[in-house]
């Protein structure tokens, strides 16, 4: 089995910042991308930022709401991955889901797996 658990989420003051991490647990052979995700209240879901295996470069993306304010890592030797958020604006109020391509053993495709969503809230 394969987990993906959450952390770093909570209550922060617009202009603020947050860092959340998201590692992943279980019989895990490989791990393709992995990224963030958020939904508002009333909106789908949308890609926040992703980021590729370190293998082919680490290649990163954002959405455009958040580039220059957040940054996405990862860390292959924890199978972990980060999110920092600078900048907080009100309509960053989200849950935030962590999202990653992994294949676990005895398994024969890469398979994506969400973890189970942390709260963020920005105040005015």
């Known amino acids: 089995q394969v987990q993906l658990v959450e952390s770093g989420g909570g209550l922060v003051q617009a202009g603020g910042s947050l860092r959340l991490s998201c590692a992943a647990s279980?019989?895990?052979?490989?791990?393709?991308?992995m990224g963030w995700y958020r939904q508002a209240p009333g909106k789908a879901r949308e890609l926040v930022a992703g980021?590729?295996?370190?293998?082919?470069?680490?290649?990163?993306n954002y959405a455009d709401s958040v580039k220059g304010r957040f940054t996405v890592s990862r860390d292959n030797t924890k199978n972990t991955v980060y999110l920092q958020m600078n900048s907080l604006k009100l309509e960053d109020t989200a849950i935030y889901y962590c999202?990653?391509?992994?294949?676990?053993?005895?398994?024969?495709?890469?398979?994506?797996?969400w973890g189970q969503g942390t709260q963020v809230t920005v105040s005015s």
């Open positions: 999202n990653a391509d992994i294949k676990a053993y005895g398994s024969s495709p890469y398979t994506a797996y």
């Open positions: 980021i590729d295996q370190i293998t082919r470069g680490g290649i990163t």
């Open positions: 279980g019989t895990i052979f490989s791990i393709n991308a």
